[in-house]
């Protein structure tokens, strides 16, 4: 495993929901509760763009694209940082990475998948 790992990938349909988590491995849980947290999502042929992002205090940014339906939160005992996505639709199926920031020093997982199909 790397130092993020996230889970909660699936399919729906369109105007569907999914909640994803990403978990902190036990080498950067020291560094997880300051750390900015983020996800990006990265579509089949396109460049990888940021969803969102959430500070160690719990201020969150988001892409235009997304706000009003997804929303970032974090639970700094467990060292999960939570992307739930609402109405999605199907130019959003995509990988979705998590990155976590403190400093500059930068870690991600390996990403899951999220399909919304007809």
């Known amino acids: 495993q790397g130092p993020l790992v996230e889970s909660g990938g699936g399919l729906v349909q369109p105007g569907g929901s999914l909640r994803l988590s990403c978990v902190a491995s036990?080498?950067?849980?020291?560094?997880?509760?300051?750390?900015?947290m983020g996800w990006y999502r990265q579509a089949p042929g396109k460049e990888r763009e940021l969803v969102g992002t959430?500070?160690?205090?719990?201020?969150?940014n988001y892409a235009d694209s997304v706000k009003g339906r997804f929303t970032i939160s974090r639970d700094n005992a467990r060292k999960t940082v939570y992307l739930q996505m609402n109405g999605m639709a199907p130019e959003e199926t995509a990988g979705y990475f998590c990155?976590?920031?403190?400093?500059?020093?930068?870690?991600w997982g390996k990403g899951t998948q999220g399909t919304v199909f007809s």
């Open positions: 990155y976590s920031n403190l400093g500059g020093q930068i870690y």
């Open positions: 036990r080498a950067i849980t020291s560094v997880f509760n300051p750390s900015i």
């Open positions: 959430i500070t160690g205090s719990g201020t969150t």
